[in-house]
T-cell receptor, first 113, second 114 residues
Framework: DSGVTQTPKHLITATGQRVTLRCSPR?????VYWYQQSLDQGLQFLIQ???????AKGNILERFSAQQFPDLHSELNLSSLELGDSALYFC????????????FGQGTRLTVV | QKEVEQDPGPLSVPEGAIVSLNCTYS??????FMWYRQYSRKGPELLMY????GNKEDGRFTAQVDKSSKYISLFIRDSQPSDSATYLC??????????????FGTGTRLQVFP
């Protein structure tokens, strides 16, 4: 167990809908990263938050947004969902703003039908 | 061309074999190199990381970095069925005072059969 908790584990929703994925980092970790993993693209970096503030952005679509709350948990919001958004979404956390020792959660499997 | 290339496999070997997993990359600014192991339906788990060139050993695992060739390797000695997983390489060009993001390879699926 990495100490990073993601909910829900599975999510099935229809196209056009909006969902929220939640991540609780390890105790004491200030940095949260979101990644998308699909079969053909591998793990793609979406966005990073550090102590409540956005720190880096990757290949995140405009339909997606995230935030980190004062208690350091983070939420990834996906809207106007398309079939191609079906993927595993991972959250990772680390103590500082660096990924040399990041720990990943077990992911949320999103299926858009 | 992707920044990080990794053969997707699958790679199937008998128990006890030495396994060699490799990645190539194009960005010469990469300084941190990591290997993650991902079991089916689980999140990636950090196995090893190295900074710059050289070797690092941890038990049955050895990571090698050759920056001149832009090539990294992970060797697994005395492979076990429990090593069956997908192995992801990842790299970063973290600079002091800057944030970083890991660029991942697509992963190599390894199967070790008894």
């Amino acid at each position: 167990d990495s100490g990073v908790t993601q909910t829900p584990k599975h999510l099935i929703t229809a196209t056009g809908q909006r969902v929220t994925l939640r991540c609780s980092p390890r105790s004491g970790d200030l940095s949260v990263y979101w990644y998308q993993q699909s079969l053909d693209q591998g793990l793609q970096f979406l966005i990073q938050y550090y102590n409540g503030e956005e720190r880096a952005k990757g290949n995140i679509l405009e339909r997606f947004s995230a935030q980190q709350f004062p208690d350091l948990h983070s939420e990834l919001n996906l809207s106007s969902l398309e079939l191609g958004d079906s993927a595993l979404y991972f959250c990772a956390s680390s103590v500082v703003a660096g990924l040399t020792e990041a720990f990943f959660g077990q992911g949320t499997r999103l299926t858009v039908v | 061309q992707k920044e990080v290339e990794q053969d997707p496999g699958p790679l199937s070997v008998p128990e006890g074999a030495i396994v060699s997993l490799n990645c190539t990359y194009s960005n010469s600014a990469f300084q941190y190199f990591m290997w993650y192991r991902q079991y089916s339906r689980k999140g990636p788990e950090l196995l090893m990381y190295t900074y710059s060139s050289g070797n690092k050993e941890d038990g049955r695992f050895t990571a090698q970095v050759d920056k001149s060739s832009k090539y990294i390797s992970l060797f697994i000695r005395d492979s076990q069925p429990s090593d069956s997983a997908t192995y992801l390489c990842a790299m970063s060009d973290l600079r002091r005072g800057d944030t970083d993001k890991l660029i991942f390879g697509t992963g190599t699926r390894l199967q070790v059969f008894p």
